[in-house]
């Protein structure tokens, strides 16, 4: 094994919050589709997907490594949002989390003189930048929209729907 074992152990803490913020992205999605917002509910269908992604990520490095990687059950989830705002805010305090879960799973690695998953790291490091990004985006856009979920309902459409430019991969 290459990963050493106090990495794998924080590496298997990780796949369990990546896991759960699929499932919280779900839920996230759930309470967007009930209010009618199908753009906000996709963007947040799409974010649950790629939590996903990421658990997996996790799993298929510890395999590669030749550690044993853990898939957790999974907390309880919060269902229930007072606004838009309310669940946007949740998200992005979310992704703060997992940022420093990131960045002290990174400090470990570089205790332990991990530098394999110091570099596999570091992709997690640049996405928590842009997840972050994103979710303050969405939250500032809320906010500036003065309660037209119609114009962030528009702005989700024109700058996170699926498949748009920014998401084109370099030719």
């Not at 896991?19 to 963007?43: K, N, S």
């Not at 997996?56 to 590669?64: G, N, P, Q």
């Not at 838009?84 to 990174?106: C, G, H, R, S, Y």
Request: net charge negative; aromatic share 10%.
């Amino acid at each position: 094994m290459i990963v050493k074992p106090k990495v794998v152990e924080a590496m298997n803490a990780q796949i369990q919050s990546e896991f759960t913020a699929m499932a919280q992205y779900t839920a996230i999605a759930v309470y967007f589709d009930m209010e009618a917002l199908p753009e906000l509910a996709g963007f947040f269908y799409r974010q649950s997907d790629e939590e996903r992604m990421h658990a997996m990520k996790f799993v298929h490095f510890l395999l590669e490594a030749g550690a044993k990687p853990i898939i957790p059950g999974l907390p309880e989830l919060r269902n229930d949002f007072s606004s838009p705002e309310d669940a946007v805010q949740f998200a992005l305090d979310q992704e703060i989390k997992v940022t420093n879960q990131i960045n002290n799973l990174v400090a470990i690695s570089n205790r332990e003189n991990d530098y394999t998953s110091h570099n596999f790291l570091q992709w997690y490091v640049m996405e928590q930048v842009e997840e972050v990004d994103t979710m303050t985006t969405l939250l500032q856009t809320i906010k500036h929209a003065g309660g037209s979920l119609l114009l962030v309902e528009d702005f989700v459409r024109r700058n996170f729907a699926a498949g748009t430019a920014a998401d084109a991969p370099a030719e």
